[in-house]
């Protein structure tokens, strides 16, 4: 089955700082990656989905970035970040062979900017 | 991708049945209907999904009017452990959906 591997677990940033958050997939080749991000009391909002290596969507227009340098790892990047940018981000991957089931979640990272 | 309204949140005492009601009247023909379970400082986990009438596993019921315009995610005697947030997701029945869209969740609160 597949695995997430995403850190740190917590952050603390202060405004205007970069940001680079990773995540890298085990058990699975080719899946669809995304990132959410959850602020505090809210539901999940998408940030970006990558179908394959160097393939990027963004859903929300932001000072974030997304980068997929390999197939199986996807990285959130800041160059300078804001107070709004505070939240709990979610990497995610789909494994299309798995039907509904193929859907699997990191553990997150809590970023808080300050 | 249709869109779904659901209650923002709900109470309920340990051992009673819980009914979580999503509407989404612009379901299109080849949708399916996902529920997921998240819990605090956690990504959503799948619990169950459903084209048409009953479906049923180990942990929880779905059920889907004729019309399919609503479906309910049936919890039967819930727990402490239920309190989670739970949310409703329509979409392509392919597999091949490039994304997942959440919306805001119901969130359910289990009291001892």
């Known amino acids: 089955s597949q695995t997430i591997h995403q850190w740190p677990a917590t952050l603390v940033q202060p405004v205007g700082s970069p940001l680079s958050l990773e995540c890298t997939v085990e058990?699975?080749?080719?899946?669809?990656l995304y990132w959410y991000r959850q602020a505090a009391g809210r539901g999940l909002q998408l940030l970006f989905y990558?179908?394959?290596?160097?393939?990027i969507s963004s859903e929300v227009p932001q000072n974030l970035s997304a980068s997929r340098p390999q197939d199986r790892q996807f990285i959130l990047s800041s160059k300078k970040l804001l107070l709004s940018d505070s939240g709990f981000y979610l990497c995610a991957c789909y494994d299309r062979d798995r039907g509904p089931y193929g859907y699997t979640f990191g553990s997150g990272t809590r970023l808080t900017v300050v | 991708l249709a869109k779904t309204t659901q209650p923002i949140s709900m109470d309920s005492y340990e051992g009673q049945e819980v009914n979580i009601t999503c509407s989404h009247n612009n379901i299109a023909t080849n949708d399916y209907i996902t529920w997921y379970q998240q819990f605090p400082s956690q990504g959503p986990r799948f619990i169950i999904q459903g084209y048409k009438t009953k479906v049923t596993n180990e942990v929880a019921s779905l059920f889907i009017p004729a019309d399919r315009k609503s479906s309910t995610l049936s919890l039967p005697r819930v727990s402490l452990s239920d309190t989670a947030v739970y949310y409703c997701?329509?979409?392509?029945?392919?597999?091949?959906?490039?994304?997942?869209?959440f919306g805001t969740g119901t969130r359910l609160q289990v009291f001892p």
């Open positions: 990558s179908v394959g290596i160097g393939q």
């Open positions: 997701l329509v979409g392509d029945g392919s597999y091949n959906t490039d994304k997942l869209i």
């Open positions: 058990g699975t080749s080719n899946p669809n």
